[in-house]
């Protein structure tokens, strides 16, 4: 199959948050690049709410979670900038879209959606990337930072990603305070791959 172009993944991504959130009733439409940083209006008509939503999306083939010495076990990562330290609103969300396709089947896709408040996203990628400079002497900085979704872990970790278990499916936009890495009463992560950081890697289609 094909390569599929980042900007057609991150249109994908957008269409299937624009779904999601018809069916489940709310009024919403994509701004289509007129409104900055902003990919989706979604008003909900029972209780008068405004929502702006920010769409990122990652396409990859994977059978299983991350395994990261520093960030431990996630889900998966999406490319961000330095800009999103600062981008804190109260009414501003960002749908993170993780689409899974299959590695016997590659026209076969499977969707996974989390909807984060822009007050967890932006500290998480402050506090991530602060933590990869300190790790290495080496660690430049750039402009590129990384949002994960995390999964429970059975040791403290210096800055532990926000929960799938919170995020995954917050078609309510919860602005619930993250939920981050707990420690588990045992270690064992068979369906963990080692880590390879998207700083310095090229592996994934990301929007």
Same mark, same amino acid.
């Given at each position: =199959? ?8 991150? $249109?994908?991504? &957008?269409?299937?948050? $624009?779904?999601? +959130?018809?069916?489940?009733g ?14 989706? $209006?979604?008003?909900?008509? *029972? ?7 920010e769409?990122?999306?990652?396409? &990859? ?8 010495? +520093? ?5 998966t990562?999406?490319? =961000?900038?330095?800009k999103? &330290?600062g ?23 499977? +969707? ?15 506090? &991530? ?12 900085? %750039?402009?590129?930072?990384?949002? *994960?979704?995390? $999964? ?34 045992? *270690?064992?992560?068979?369906? %963990? ?11 994934? *289609?990301?929007?």
């Amino acid at each position: =199959m094909a390569r599929i172009p980042p900007n057609s993944v991150g $249109l994908a991504g &957008e269409f299937a948050v $624009l779904s999601q +959130l018809t069916l489940r009733g709310y009024d919403a439409g994509m701004t289509l690049g007129h409104t900055k940083n902003i990919d989706i $209006l979604v008003l909900d008509p *029972r209780r008068g709410a405004r929502y702006e939503v920010e769409v990122k999306t990652n396409l &990859e083939t994977r059978t299983r979670d991350s395994d990261s010495r +520093l960030f431990e076990t996630f889900v998966t990562d999406w490319q =961000m900038s330095a800009k999103h &330290e600062g981008v804190i609103d109260p009414n501003l969300f960002y749908c993170f879209v993780h689409i899974n396709s299959s590695r016997t089947e590659l026209s076969k896709y499977a +969707l996974r959606f989390f909807i984060v408040p822009s007050v967890v996203v932006a500290k998480y990628v402050r506090d &991530e990337h602060q933590l990869w400079l300190k790790d290495n002497p080496a660690h430049r900085t %750039s402009d590129r930072r990384l949002f *994960r979704i995390g $999964l429970p872990n059975d040791r403290p970790i210096a800055v532990p990603a926000p929960l799938a278990s919170v995020y995954e499916d917050n078609w309510d936009f919860a602005s619930t305070p993250s939920i981050v890495g707990k420690p588990t009463e045992q *270690r064992g992560h068979p369906n %963990s791959t080692p880590n390879t950081d998207a700083r310095k890697s090229g592996a994934r *289609r990301l929007t």
